[in-house]
């Protein structure tokens, strides 16, 4: 079984710490990478993709991958309490687009 | 932007009854998915669509039928609602082609079965 695990939380930090969220998955052939922010009650809405070994990064995001040890990681700069959201790592299978999910690291921002 | 409007935020009907969740998207995008997410469980594929008439079982399509008579528009069935169905009923769509492409949510259902 193909699977996608995250550390389910919650994480907390301070305020304009920084914060560290982790995912492996088990499938070699994955290609693509994406985290998702989810806020209670609400869907979840795409924060960053990832393709190639490395680091990408996008204003206060980096998103890291490492293939060859199979994890993604996402980090935020400068939390802030607005950034308080579950986050959903998923990663491609297939041929159509489909998606693996982890379960979802809680994190929250202390003020 | 991609737009992905599902129908109803909150829906609850009884056991047994035939239950409609109707999805929309507005970028022409060839593949749709429907999830159902409970608390613990994560996010769990019920079907998906690459294209008009054709739907593909994800990992749990028990209970669940699905229908895609035009490109836009992808609708999940629940046969015979039961109470094990309460859940939240998320819609996604992505551009078909590179797996780069990523889906794209609506707001979600929130589905009770009394």
């Known amino acids: 079984q193909k699977e996608v695990e995250q550390n389910s939380g919650p994480l907390s930090v301070p305020e304009g710490a920084i914060a560290s969220l982790n995912c492996t998955y088990s499938?070699?052939?994955?290609?693509?990478f994406f985290w998702y922010r989810q806020y209670s009650g609400k869907s979840p809405e795409l924060i960053m993709s990832?393709?190639?070994?490395g680091d990408k990064e996008d204003g206060r995001f980096t998103a890291q991958l490492n293939k060859a040890s199979q994890y993604v990681s996402l980090l935020i700069r400068d939390s802030q309490p607005s950034d308080s959201a579950t986050y959903l790592c998923?990663?491609?299978?297939?041929?159509?687009?489909?998606?693996?999910f982890g379960k979802g690291t809680k994190l929250s921002v202390k003020p | 932007d991609v737009k992905v409007t599902q129908s109803s935020r909150y829906l609850v009907k009884r056991t047994g009854e035939k239950v409609f969740l109707e999805c929309v998207q507005d970028m022409d995008h060839e593949n749709m998915f429907w999830y159902r997410q409970d608390p613990g469980l994560g996010l769990r594929l019920i079907y998906f669509?690459?294209?008009?008439?054709?739907?593909e079982k994800g990992d749990i399509p028990e209970g669940y039928s699905v229908s895609r008579e035009k490109k836009e528009r992808f609708s999940l069935i629940l046969e015979s609602a039961s109470t094990n169905q309460t859940s939240m009923y998320l819609c996604?769509?992505?551009?078909?082609?590179?797996?780069?492409?990523?889906?794209?949510f609506g707001d979600g259902t929130r589905l009770s079965i009394l």
């Open positions: 996604a769509s992505r551009s078909p082609g590179q797996s780069y492409q990523p889906q794209h």
């Open positions: 990832i393709y190639s070994n």
């Open positions: 499938d070699r052939g994955s290609q693509s």
């Open positions: 669509s690459y294209d008009v008439k054709m739907k």
């Open positions: 998923a990663v491609s299978r297939g041929s159509q687009g489909n998606l693996i």
